[in-house]
């Protein structure tokens, strides 16, 4: 008989912040899943994982940045500097010392950069998924960052709901120094980045660069010829299971006599 989901919690943190998670327990690398921005812990590809992690009986962890989803707050305090210590809070609160294996989707492909780094030793691996590093400096025109710098909000269209999309200047500000393009990026574990060459958001070519600015050896890309920004369809969603599958789940030895 299979358990109930675990039910949405929360972990308090010390300047009042309570950051709403899900958390199934298991054995081996925890798997943690970094929304996009507006996005939250519901959407497919974060319970995709769950329930991949559920049935092979490993750790995972979904969760909303504060002024996101069921966490309270207000969007427009966000920030990656904010949320990057949201991630960092919520793993070491885990009542387990394996390694993490985050997995980014489009902001959040930037903020596993940043939250991998912090995590030094403890980081086992990444899985970007359209990975949208320093969207802040390339994703905006500059008449738009002129607004911005001045304090404005900027408002654009939506392609994917009814509300426009705000960038507000602290989070473009913060996104500014927080950029990781422009250096080598110190991580050394595998990485693997998946990208649709139909992005209308984030061009795959940023993928590319990504690949080279990462000091890992171990990295792959993978591009989807006729792949969207979210990445969502069945066989993208079993692209990205499988992917991440191949970094936690333990392997079988090789059959000497097969080489």
Wanted: aromatic share 6%; net charge negative; glycine share 12%.
């Amino acid at each position: 008989m299979t358990s109930p989901a675990p039910q949405t919690r929360y972990l308090d943190l010390s300047d009042g912040r309570s950051i709403a998670y899900r958390f199934t327990p298991g054995t081996g690398p925890v798997i943690v899943f970094l929304p996009g921005y507006m996005s939250d812990m519901g959407g497919s590809k974060a319970t995709a994982l769950f329930a991949m992690a559920r049935a092979s009986g490993l750790p995972c962890l979904l969760f909303d940045y504060s002024g996101c989803g069921e966490s309270p707050g207000l969007f427009a305090d966000g920030t990656l500097s904010r949320w990057k210590a949201e991630v960092l809070a919520l793993v070491a609160a885990l009542d387990t010392d394996e390694k993490v294996v985050l997995v980014g989707s489009s902001m959040g492909g930037w903020l596993m950069l940043l939250a991998g780094m912090a995590l030094g030793d403890r980081l086992g691996g990444l899985v970007g998924v359209a990975a949208a590093p320093d969207f802040t400096e390339w994703g905006i025109p500059q008449m738009d960052k002129a607004l911005l710098a001045d304090g404005e909000t900027i408002l654009e269209d939506n392609p994917y709901g009814p509300e426009p999309t705000p960038t507000h200047p602290g989070f473009w500000a913060d996104g500014q120094a927080s950029r990781v393009l422009e250096g080598e990026i110190a991580i050394d574990c595998p990485v693997r980045l998946i990208h649709g060459q139909r992005d209308p958001d984030v061009p795959w070519e940023i993928a590319l660069e990504l690949a080279g600015r990462l000091r890992s050896a171990d990295v792959q890309v993978t591009l989807i010829k006729d792949g969207d920004h979210r990445l969502s369809r069945e066989g993208d969603i079993r692209l990205l299971l499988r992917t991440v599958a191949e970094l936690v789940l333990p392997r079988a030895p090789e059959d000497p006599a097969a080489a």
